[in-house]
């Protein structure tokens, strides 16, 4: 489903990383899976990765599929346990930004690659309720954030694409979203939204997102 965002934020850090012959260290900040920084292991040979994430399990998750990178359980909301000017790349997809700490970590003349939702992102859950309303205008309110802790924008490209999904990634795909933290313990097993998970088979969902470089001062 988001191969063409991934493909995306391989080609803009192909494109405008500037190496003198050394493997690129790479900063997952919020790796999830570590589908990305998979993605990106395998584009640049050799590459250091560091794969960070609040969720213990998705750092394991993320290890085993790049087992020779480093895993750290951390809050991107603090302070981050990681040294100066250590990454080459950081990236961060449809998870928070802690723009200073962005900033110390990626060094002088780095990029950082960041991946937000537009207005329409997903749009056919937001309106069956499954989901919450993204505001309008996200990418340029992050623009303005990282600019002011340091960053250079570099490129910006919007993706709109429409992809079909059964009922369990739908449901997959709400359960990691925002709302999922509005529910309380004992709505979790109340029906689900109609279109998610109800039995109505393949959904046509919009995927929109803008993908953002930035290059550090």
């Not at 394991?60 to 080459?88: E, F, K, Q, S």
Request: hydrophobic share 45%; aromatic share 4%.
């Amino acid at each position: 489903m988001y191969e063409p965002i991934a493909r995306a934020i391989e080609d803009d850090a192909a494109a405008n990383l500037h190496l003198e012959g050394s493997a690129p260290r790479i900063v997952d900040l919020a790796c999830g899976t570590g589908y990305y920084s998979g993605r990106l292991s395998a584009r640049f040979d050799g590459a250091n990765l560091l794969l960070v994430d609040r969720s213990p399990a998705a750092v394991r998750m993320a290890r085993r599929g790049n087992p020779h990178a480093t895993g750290v359980v951390l809050d991107l909301w603090r302070p981050l346990p990681i040294r100066d000017a250590v990454a080459d790349l950081s990236i961060n997809v449809f998870a928070p930004r802690n723009p200073d700490e962005f900033a110390r970590i990626t060094r002088e003349g780095g990029l950082l690659a960041v991946v937000v939702p537009t207005d329409r992102h997903l749009a056919e859950l937001r309106s069956a309720g499954a989901m919450l309303d993204i505001p309008s205008g996200k990418a340029e309110q992050v623009t303005i954030q990282l600019s002011s802790a340091g960053f250079d924008p570099v490129t910006s490209t919007t993706l709109d694409y429409v992809a079909e999904l059964d009922e369990a990634q739908c449901a997959a795909l709400v359960g990691m979203g925002p709302a999922a933290h509005h529910v309380r313990p004992s709505d979790q097993t109340a029906a689900p939204s109609p279109g998610v998970g109800s039995g109505a088979g393949i959904t046509a969902v919009t995927v929109s997102v803008d993908v953002l470089l930035f290059r550090r001062r």
